[in-house]
């Protein structure tokens, strides 16, 4: 079977290098990066990819956070760099990588609409972008002009979960402890994000955008009932705002937008919720994905149980090609 | 078959007048559980139970939250008057409800841990608890002696989701809206407490208490592989905490923990992530529960909607029992 790994995480030498001079990185997050070669040093990363067969990755940088590493004044020209970088290693390995998304500045949204522009034209195979961004929700108005062009170019948005610095302080007191802000916060990060996405009116607006959530879309398909009954309900619970006048303006069911998203198979090589996260999304809304290289081997490890999870639940041969493949190269635009 | 309905919601009649007379109920409590009258109406609910053959309820409180309706004065005394409400009503109509859960003061511990201590030698089958204490979490010591109670008793918690006031403000930038905190919020909640409870040392110190949580684990089977791995490596992302330590300290894997708690079927009737829950806590560890009355008929909808996916799922005979009625017979000491 072919592969096309459609979300993993790689930072450019040059950018690499910046950020971990970066003043916001030399806390913690520098020591953090540098504890994964995979993640930067492209001869490790290339022994990694070689361990598989037919196997190929469309590069994301490693975390969607250039808006936390710099003001607006130099996020823009970051955002250039990381995305150049990203171009150059894909295009001089292109047994290896497919392609790559490009990232956006958020905190300069209309700088981030041009990149988004200009990395498109470019040649990135999709837009990687934070469910928040630096803690603000991502569904405001100002950021609209960036799903237009997205929506546009036929691209897919990658969909990465962030920590807000709102939530990461308000869980010191009942939810940062114990890291459950990472490991449970962020695929509840991502449906909120999904839902904003719906209920803001950006899926209206743009209904051709197409949205992959990564680790599978977070908490989305195992709250399948709350998100078809109680979003139905929405205004029943809330006194101060006409969510029912809401309900009605949108062109469809909630629940119809969410199945109309997208997942990837992120999800640590598990069983029952990659066939829960498959049933809610459809096998043409599934694409392989690995998160290389942040599995305990540092590299190969999620690839693998991945690969092996698919080969053991039941898919029909079309269905498995799809969702290995052929979605990736479909959205991607890649061979 | 037979079927125990685990967890479910009605008020007992002088906890409801005193409910929709209290201060902090007249803004929208009061008017939300007014449009659901088989949720404090004896006779409704009767007719409502009778629709099922072979079907009792185990009767659990509205919604776990004494303690923000009525201050420490005041709020022991209601939790006696709603435990010895529903005892009487399920005593009265042991053929409809096979028993009930208690509920506590929790803004109260010590009276808390008085109150559990007489409601359970009173007969209560099990005592229902928020996964906050009207926002606080619920990890801290002074909860502790609550535990040991419950332990001792040798009946479950039934831990409801309940949304914090911390996290309905902060939410207010990037979450609370449309919803999104009670629909997403309160499962990610769930998990959030159940990690807690492991983390804090509860469940070293008290190892033989049952906790079921409410909807299936909240979001703790669909993140598996998170729980999995990502735990293991507590400490890893963190520089200000020790939490190497901690996960040394812990007598058993973090995901072990997870695997031992309990799960209820109330997802609302949905099947895939039925099956992906069953799967992850066993057949040994899930019991039927439907959530009524909270379901658009304000009734019978979710007991025959989860009825039907669990006749619908593959089960042994053996474990469609277990979770139908075996369970609940076992762990809540009914006939």
């Known amino acids: 079977m072919r592969y096309i790994d459609a979300f993993n995480h790689f930072f450019p030498k040059r950018y690499f290098d910046a950020l971990v001079e970066s003043p916001a990185a ?51 020209e970051m955002s250039r760099i990381a995305n150049d970088g990203l171009a150059e290693v894909a295009s001089k390995h292109p047994d290896r990588f497919a392609g790559y998304s ?15 522009e ?64 990472s490991v449970l916060g962020w695929p509840f990060e991502t449906g909120v994000t999904l839902s904003r996405f719906i209920f803001s009116g950006i899926m209206d607006a743009y209904p051709k955008l197409k949205v992959i959530a990564h680790h599978l ?16 309900q929405l205004g029943v619970r809330t006194s101060d705002e006409d969510y029912g006048a809401l309900l009605k303006s949108l062109k469809k069911r909630p629940f119809d937008y969410f199945k109309n998203f997208y997942g990837d198979t992120a999800i640590e090589g598990v069983r029952a919720p990659m066939v829960c996260g498959i049933d809610f999304f459809g096998a043409d809304h599934v694409l392989f994905a690995s998160d290389c290289p942040f599995d305990k081997e540092k590299g190969p490890g999620y690839i693998r149980s991945t690969i092996a999870v698919l080969d053991e639940i039941k898919l029909s041969p079309a269905d498995k090609e799809k969702i290995c493949f052929r979605n990736a190269q479909k959205m991607f635009g890649v061979g």
Chains 1, 2 share one sequence.
């Open 26 to 76: 030399q806390k913690d997050i520098g020591k953090r990066v540098r504890g994964i070669p995979a993640l930067y040093d492209l001869d490790l990363r290339l022994k990694v990819v070689d361990q598989f067969p037919d196997y190929t990755q469309v590069l994301s940088l490693g975390l969607p956070m250039i808006e936390r590493l710099w003001g607006p004044e130099k996020s823009p």
């Open 102 to 116: 490009a990232t956006l500045p958020m905190n300069a949204p209309e700088a981030a609409a041009r990149e988004a």
């Open 118 to 181: 200009r990395a498109l034209k470019n040649g990135a195979n999709a837009i990687q972008i934070g469910t928040n961004a630096g803690g603000l929700a991502i569904d405001d108005k100002k950021y609209w002009p960036i799903y237009e062009v997205i929506e546009k170019s036929g691209k897919p948005i990658l969909l990465h979960p962030a920590r807000t610095r709102e939530m990461a302080d308000f869980v010191g007191e009942t939810k940062s402890k114990y890291e459950i802000c």
């Open 217 to 232: 879309g977070g908490v989305i398909p195992y709250l399948e009932g709350r998100i078809g009954h109680s979003f139905d």
